[in-house]
Nanobody
Framework: QVQLVESGGGLVQAGGSLRLSCAAS????????MGWFRQAPGKEREFVAV????????YYADSVKGRFTISRDNAKNTVYLQMNSLKPEDTAIYYC??????????????????WGQGTQVTVSS
């Protein structure tokens, strides 16, 4: 069982930066791949980034590649999403998620069994 709590969202101007954090409970955090997803008003939830359980590999949606960086600190049970060069189209609720299965990473939301409550990111033009 994993509980996730996101923080770090807010209002920022286009071109600015934000760093999201996701704190996890539980002693098995290091076994889970961790993902970030987002959902804009009127749109479906979409994949943003994923990091493998060890942190050795990361994968990104094309829309954020080169601007966002996912990382994790297994000693602190925390995963991060550094967001730079933000655009108005990045406006959404951002969710972190832990994989349903140990060690398995995926861009598919159904592969994740644990979700945070979400944090709002708003980018003004």
């Amino acid at each position: 069982q994993v509980q996730l709590v996101e923080s770090g969202g807010g209002l920022v101007q286009a071109g600015g930066s934000l760093r999201l954090s996701c704190a996890a409970s539980g002693r098995t955090f290091s076994r889970y791949a961790m993902g970030w997803f987002r959902q804009a008003p009127g749109k479906e939830r979409e994949f943003v980034a994923v990091i493998t359980w060890s942190g050795s590999s990361t994968y990104y949606a094309d829309s954020v590649k080169g601007r966002f960086t996912i990382s994790r600190d297994n000693a602190k049970n925390t995963v991060y999403l550094q967001m730079n060069s933000l655009k108005p189209e990045d406006t959404a609720i951002y969710y972190c998620a832990a994989s349903r299965t140990y060690y398995r990473h995926s861009p598919v939301a159904n592969e994740y069994g644990y979700w945070g409550q979400g944090t709002q990111v708003t980018v003004s033009s």
